[in-house]
């Protein structure tokens, strides 16, 4: 078996399971966010006729998406969560700290655990050697009563990654490659499987923006194997880290993929799909009216390092608005210690507190008719933030930063 | 047995484009589901209850919200065909009881075409075209789930034939 199979197995119980096979697993945490748990709570509630979800420990709560509120509606949404969340005595209720994704590293998911979210980026945690996935608000109404769920044991697709990394080039832009390559569908029902060298020399702040682009591709799973750099993560975060579970001899992929990142240069996905990807040379020069820093794609504390070097001591164009919006109350605090934060507002950006914000036409920063976004976030799909008119691109923080500071697209290997 | 005209979409269809996000705070999907593919003309100028969907490749992707398949329920869609749908709109649409109808040819059908489906024998009728497509078959444990009409009256209706007892946790039925 692979590590995946094996993390299943463990949860189904079972000693071993194949592909294909249909299996009931036991959740460690099941999280949901606001942009669909009021609909979980209506099937638990009404349908389900649920009284006690199954742990009070693991189901976790998280608002994110509309926080702070800007209507009446998304206010009511949040009401009726945080009474769900009280009457339950949930132990974790979290509102207006951090991004959903972020917040499950930072405080729960651990190496071979099994997590489900409402929540399509719910991949995120296999950048720590955690199986998670994204299901939809029924099945996490289900879950919170049962404590399990069924799942299809995926076919794997390992990545393997060469290389050293080039100056400019990131996690963010190899997770652009690999999309446009597999594309959207490419990966559907599959488990993406990352290793090699150039993984390796990653931190696992880049690691994390790979995985969490694992569904763009429609991948059931992302995952890494965890190392010594997981185990300071998880040290640093005050968690405990079990021992690896690691392939078996006749471990099984479908197919493999090589990749060198040694000639890997800056990459754009532009508008309407993530699987739309070119160099950056493509686009260089193009126009941009409103620039995002954030989200659970690229939001973290060295997300915000390097566009902050790359901002020190000049000022964005005035063609352009400028949004920075930390993924955690954590990053903004460990942001605001370093002088990051005064680095962004020195340049002219905006700093709003963490969670979705532009990422998700849920609050602020919405474009409108026309007008083009280039953001960190990892959708660009019409209409996601603001008119359907407008045109979103996606890139590193590094490409944004840069682009930034000239009002239009531009290569940040020539400002760093 | 359905028989409806189709409104057709392209490949990759988002769960953006199906429910934008602005809508999702919104309190029940009976408030959502007019805004159900606001920007698309094909569905908001053609649309009637009872037609049936149809997209090409990847129909569903994007985000988790099932608010996407639960408004196209609300507003009578009697199928989504397509030839490959994305993972969790497929098994949010089967939990919710929308019949979902795979098909590789999926790209051979037209707005407006009048389709006849027959999920028992697994065959799609174009009567306007006047010709016949293979449907990929669900898999027995989702078609069960689909014939109950949804994951909540699958584990009821299990829960039913052990009246009286504590209810069976989905692996033991
Ligand atoms: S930051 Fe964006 S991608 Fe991440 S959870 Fe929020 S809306 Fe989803």
């Known amino acids: 078996m692979n590590a995946i199979e094996k993390i299943i197995a463990a949860h189904a119980g079972l000693k071993t399971v194949k592909p294909g096979q249909i299996v009931d697993v036991n959740l460690d945490y099941v999280m949901a966010n606001d942009a669909t748990t009021t609909l979980s709570i209506d099937v638990f ?5 649920g009284e006690r979800v199954f742990d009070r420990e693991k189901v976790v709560l998280v608002m994110d998406h509309y926080t702070p509120c800007c209507s009446v509606d998304a206010a009511e949404t949040h009401k009726k969560m945080r009474q769900f ?23 729960h998911a651990k190496p071979g655990d099994f997590i489900i979210g409402a929540d399509s980026h719910t991949c995120t945690y296999g950048a720590i050697g955690a199986l998670s996935t994204g299901m939809g608000s029924t099945d996490v109404a289900v879950a919170w009563m049962e404590g399990k769920v069924w799942i299809k044991v995926p076919f794997a697709i390992k990545i393997r990654v060469s290389g050293k990394w080039p100056k400019g080039v990131y996690s963010k832009d190899l997770a652009l490659k690999v999309i446009g390559d597999l594309t959207a569908k490419g990966a559907t ?3 993406l499987v990352f290793e090699g060298e150039a993984i390796r020399d990653m931190t696992v702040s880049e690691r994390v923006t790979l995985c969490n682009m694992g569904i763009e591709a429609g991948a059931k799973f992302a995952y890494m ?51 739309q990807v070119k160099s950056l040379s493509d686009f260089e020069g193009l126009e941009i009216d409103e620039v995002f820093l954030g989200a659970c794609t690229n939001g973290r504390f060295e ?22 919006t930390p993924v955690s109350n954590a990053v903004y605090m460990k942001a605001m210690e370093r002088g990051l934060i005064g680095t962004f507002i020195e340049s002219g950006a905006m700093v709003s507190p963490p969670g979705c914000s532009a990422c998700f036409g849920g609050t602020i920063g919405l474009i409108g008719p ?47 | 047995m359905i028989k409806a005209k189709t409104i057709k979409f392209g490949d990759n269809v988002d769960t953006d484009q199906i429910i934008p996000a602005q809508y999702l705070s919104l309190s029940t999907i009976q408030q959502i589901a007019p805004h159900t593919f606001e920007f698309h003309g094909n569905f908001a100028n053609d649309f009637k209850p009872g037609d049936i969907i149809c997209g090409n490749d990847n129909f569903g992707c994007g985000s988790s919200r099932e608010q996407a398949p639960a408004v196209l329920q609300e507003r009578g869609v009697s199928a989504v065909i397509a030839r490959s749908f994305a993972r969790i709109f497929y098994r949010n649409a089967i939990n919710i009881g929308l019949l979902l109808v795979e098909c590789e040819k999926a790209d051979e059908i037209r707005h407006g075409d009048v389709l006849e489906i027959d999920p028992q024998k697994g065959v799609i009728r174009n009567i306007t075209t006047d010709c016949n497509l293979e449907i990929t078959p669900l898999p027995p444990f989702m078609q069960e789930i689909l014939n109950c009409g949804g994951i909540v009256k699958y584990i009821d209706n299990r829960r039913g034939q052990y009246d009286g007892l504590e209810c069976k946790s989905i692996s033991e039925i």
């Open chain 1, 189 to 191: 029902y599959k488990a």
């Open chain 1, 225 to 275: 194997q965890p190392d010594e750099k997981v185990k300071t993560f998880m040290k640093d975060m005050g968690r405990e880290y079990d021992p690896v579970i690691e392939d078996d001899d006749d471990a099984s992929y479908e197919w493999i993929l090589t990749y060198d990142v040694e000639n890997l240069e800056p990459q754009i996905a532009y508008p309407n799909s993530v699987d």
């Open chain 1, 45 to 49: 509630q009404k349908e389900l006729k």
């Open chain 1, 370 to 416: 026309g007008e083009r976004l280039l953001t960190t976030a990892n959708r660009n799909f019409k209409g996601r933030v603001g008119s359907p008119d407008g045109e979103i691109y996606l890139a590193s923080p590094a490409t944004a930063a840069a682009s930034a500071l000239y009002g239009k697209i531009t290569d940040p290997r020539k400002v760093i």
């Open chain 1, 85 to 107: 969340g009280r009457d339950q005595e949930l132990s974790y209720i979290y509102d207006g700290v951090g991004v959903c994704h972020q917040l499950m590293l930072e405080h």
């Open chain 1, 303 to 324: 997300d915000l390092e390097i566009a902050a070097a790359i901002l020190k001591g000049k000022k964005i164009s005035d063609k352009v608005r400028m949004l920075v």
